[in-house]
């Protein structure tokens, strides 16, 4: 019978190990060039990306966390590191400016055409017939989040 121990250490163990997959989907796409073109009223040459911003975000929701704080617990994760990770207050700062400034930033149609390539190219979908129309199955917590 196996037998595992545990010693303190340096070492970061982590359970989301399903981001690599979200980071490996998001690089293949060519969001981060797109959103960083994009003109964020207040936020027109950041330290941190536009590109990194969304990303940290993303990967927040994908872990099923809304609230721009809970970015604190992970800005020294190894998971995070291929982007800088933005501090809660810069996080809900640029997504606010972003959504103010929405006529200049085009963020929106950026990452809706970002999704739908995606799943273009990702995604094996099989629609539903009822009658004269097909239709997508979806499966979406509607649940009210942090905001």
Known sequence: MPHWIWEEGDDILTSHGGLGVVGALLAALPLGDRLNASVVPGAEHPDISHRDVVAAYVGLLA???SDDDHIEAFRDDPFF???STPSSPTLRQRLQQAAA???QAHCTPTIQASSVALLQQHADLHPVTMGAHAYIPLDI???????
């Open 63 to 65: 872990q099923g966390q």
């Open 81 to 83: 590191q291929p982007f």
């Open 141 to 147: 917590d509607v649940s009210p989040g942090g905001y």
């Open 101 to 103: 400034g929405e006529s």
